[in-house]
């Protein structure tokens, strides 16, 4: 996989005035712009599972089918990347994490972390807490349509209120860890976190 440049040159001279909801150093974008860590690789939902472990053990593992048939939620909400872009007002379809967790038996989450892994071998690290209470879902589809595989269709990790490299495309694994760890781009100077509010992008910010 080709190593991500950590670079704090992006600048742009775009105006909005939705001030209010737009973090630090964001501009609006109407468009939804294409970043990923690797090619986009090609997933048929046939073969499609999503694992759920604690440590080394699978706690519960869905196939495509089994997934879908979990209680669905919509979200609309506004997302931020990395680069200073954000788009407002966007739609999502899929299973909250809570659910996620009632399905597999779960009546609380067993460690304060997990690191979700992708296809490709992308990874990154969220807390707990910002994925429960309904703050985080597996989306599937955006806008009302199955999620584009360039917009890391079929299933992605959605953590709209952090910096969207959380929001990891092409969701395979989903693993509690009793403490953060550092995933694909944190590895390579990104933030342990990501609180676009609190401009966390890169290492020590």
């Known amino acids: ?37 690797g090619p986009t690789p090609d997933i048929r939902v046939a073969d499609w599972k999503l694992a759920l472990q604690l440590g080394g053990s699978l706690v519960r593992a869905w ?53 979700a892994h992708c296809d490709g071998g992308y990874t990154t690290s969220v807390p707990v807490e910002d994925l429960i209470a309904g703050k985080a879902m597996i989306a599937t589809r955006f806008d009302g349509v199955p999620l584009a595989p360039a917009h890391g269709g079929p299933a992605r990790l959605l953590v709209p209120h952090l910096y969207f490299w959380k929001s990891a495309k092409w969701l395979r694994r989903i693993r ?30």
């Not at 105006?15 to 973090?23: F, I």
């Not at 860890?177 to 995933?183: C, F, H, I, T, Y």
């Open 1 to 37: 996989m080709a190593e991500v440049p950590v670079s704090r040159g992006f600048k742009s001279k775009r105006q909005t005035s939705e001030q209010g909801r737009l973090p630090p150093g964001q501009y609006r974008t109407t468009d939804f712009p294409i970043l990923s860590a």
């Open 63 to 115: 196939t495509w089918d089994e997934f879908e048939a979990l209680p669905q939620t919509t979200l609309n909400t506004d997302i931020h990347c990395v680069t200073k872009w954000t788009k407002l007002d966007t739609t999502w379809q899929g299973v909250s994490f809570d659910d996620l967790l009632k399905s597999a038996g779960l009546e609380k989450p067993p460690q304060a972390f997990v690191m």
């Open 176 to 205: 509690f860890m009793p403490e953060a760890e550092p995933g694909f781009r944190e590895a390579r100077g990104y933030h342990i976190h990501g609180d676009p509010w609190r401009e966390q992008r890169y290492d020590g910010d």
